[in-house]
């Protein structure tokens, strides 16, 4: 089992940067896939990016592609997401969640945190 923890939200300008961790308790955490997921006002919450146990394999949806990075340090249990170029479209909360080797299945969840671009 995992818990998760993110950090780093807040508010920013368009144009601006932001980086949240997600910081993860537990032993092994290199079993563990990690989903960096987003829900916007009136809308369902959708997967943005994804990086693999040990950072192999990464998936990013088009909309981030070439502004948003993830990474993993995991002697410190942490996964990053360095966030560029945001745009107000980005204002969302955002959830990082854990699949356990990559089952696909995000049963751990963090309790997220708030990003608001402003125009």
């Known amino acids: 089992q995992v818990q998760l923890v993110e950090s780093g939200g807040g508010l920013v300008q368009a144009g601006g940067s932001l980086r949240l961790s997600c910081a993860a308790s537990?032993?092994?955490?290199?079993?563990?896939?990690i989903a960096w997921y987003r829900q916007a006002p009136g809308k369902e919450r959708e997967i943005v990016l994804s990086?693999?146990?040990?950072?192999?394999?990464?998936y990013y949806t088009d909309s981030v592609k070439g502004r948003f990075t993830i990474s993993r340090d995991n002697a410190k249990n942490t996964v990053y997401l360095q966030m560029n170029a945001l745009k107000p479209e980005d204002t969302a909360v955002y959830y990082c969640?854990?699949?356990?080797?990559?089952?696909?299945?995000?049963?751990?969840w963090g309790q997220g945190t708030q990003v608001t671009v402003s125009s």
């Open positions: 537990g032993r092994t955490f290199g079993d563990y896939t």
């Open positions: 990086i693999s146990g040990y950072g192999g394999s990464t």
């Open positions: 969640a854990a699949s356990y080797r990559g089952t696909g299945r995000y049963a751990y």
